[in-house]
């Protein structure tokens, strides 16, 4: 809708994983060498862990991009799948034929014989599973036993899991034990820190077609505030942001701009602390610091401008009066005492 407007032939906010956006930060040029380098290894499992909209989708498109001619890809995109279910996804992904109502045996036998002769024929195999945090225990286990299929040489299959956080927690459980020690690589996918953030942002704007500043600096620092450094979240809110500049007619997309595409996609999420520009300057908790000597500034201001009044100046006579009497009054009662 408003490519034309901005000058763009795509939109750049796309959140499909598109490797031909792909910003390379230092973490994800490590995180794809760890792919890499586990894809040329001698089997065993490869961990892309991240959380939710890190790019880990992404970085093993990118990864497909570069793999070898003689490389066969089995790419498993829902992992919510029986034992029996998961095999025949792999079968179909590598045009295995098996018979109607195939047990585990028959399925696994077809799939030794593929890796067999695609080793004969100096061909690799790798088995990618996205979401892997949602695989069945026992699903996990007939992954680890694919493992075995193996010549004197080499192992015939390569596996991928790509998953958040929770995949880590479950290779853990001592049930699966077998499996975790099996991993040879493994990298953990961190959001965008602020500098990060920018530079992804006008990376995607360049690459779709973009010759200019479209955010100010206050609206970079919102976007990055609000989305926390991830991705997908930036690129939800760099989209609304873009369709709101063009609705209103603007080149040029400010700090209120984004902080109203925030409240349209984050919603509840919104963080309440970065609503105005003021807390980029005066954080809340550099401000309680201050609020001791804020209050004695006050009242030594009210005190100075009742003295100039003269009120001030009469209550303290009218207590120094008091202060004499009372003093006289105690020298009083103490001869007293002594006599």
């Known amino acids: 809708m408003y490519q034309d407007?901005?000058?763009?032939?795509?939109?750049?906010?796309?959140?499909?994983?598109?490797?031909?956006?792909?910003?390379?930060?230092?973490?994800?040029r490590e995180a794809l060498?760890?792919?890499?380098?586990?894809?040329?290894?001698?089997?065993?499992?490869?961990?892309?862990?991240?959380?939710?909209?890190?790019?880990?989708t992404t970085i093993c498109r990118s990864l497909l991009d570069r793999l070898p001619e003689n490389t066969d890809v089995a790419f498993i995109v829902n992992p919510r799948l029986s034992v029996n279910e998961l095999l025949q996804s792999i079968c179909d992904d590598l045009s295995i034929s098996y018979p109607n109502n195939s047990t585990i045996k028959d399925l696994v036998d077809g799939l030794n014989q593929f890796l067999l002769n695609a080793y004969a024929s100096g061909r690799n195999t790798i088995l990618i599973i996205d979401e892997a945090q949602n695989l069945a225990n026992e699903v996990l286990e007939q992954l680890r036993l694919l493992t075995n299929l193996e010549t004197n040489e080499k192992k015939l299959l390569q596996l991928i899991l790509l998953g958040q956080p929770e995949l880590n927690d479950?290779?853990?459980?001592?049930?699966?034990?077998?499996?975790?020690?099996?991993?040879?690589?493994?990298?953990?996918?961190?959001?965008?820190?602020?500098?990060?953030?920018?530079?992804?942002?006008?990376?995607?704007?360049?690459?779709?077609?973009?010759?200019?500043?479209?955010?100010?600096?206050?609206?970079?620092?919102?976007?990055h505030t609000q989305s926390a450094g991830v991705p997908r979240l930036v690129n939800v809110i760099c989209d609304r942001a873009m369709l709101g500049a063009y609705a209103q007619g603007q080149l040029l997309i400010e700090f209120p701009m984004v902080l109203e595409a925030c409240k349209e996609v984050l919603g509840a999420s919104l963080r309440k602390k970065s609503s105005t520009p003021f807390s980029r300057f005066?954080?809340?908790?550099?401000?309680?610091?201050?609020?001791?000597?804020?209050f004695s500034i006050i009242v030594l201001l009210g005190a100075i401008l009742l003295f100039q009044q003269g009120v001030l100046k009469e209550v303290l006579q009218i207590f120094s009066r008091d202060a004499a009497n009372v003093v006289a009054s105690l020298f009083s009662l103490k001869l007293m005492l002594v006599g």
């Open 33 to 56: 060498a760890h792919l890499l380098f586990g894809v040329g290894d001698e089997g065993g499992f490869i961990l892309l862990t991240g959380e939710v909209g890190t790019g880990k």
């Open 5 to 28: 407007f901005f000058g763009l032939h795509e939109k750049p906010f796309s959140i499909a994983p598109d490797p031909r956006y792909l910003y390379m930060t230092e973490q994800h």
């Open 170 to 223: 479950k290779l853990e459980q001592k049930n699966l034990r077998q499996l975790a020690q099996r991993v040879t690589a493994r990298f953990h996918l961190m959001p965008l820190n602020e500098s990060e953030t920018i530079a992804y942002i006008q990376h995607r704007l360049h690459v779709a077609g973009y010759r200019g500043e479209l955010f100010s600096k206050s609206a970079f620092k919102c976007v």
């Open 282 to 294: 005066f954080p809340a908790e550099q401000i309680v610091r201050f609020v001791p000597l804020v």
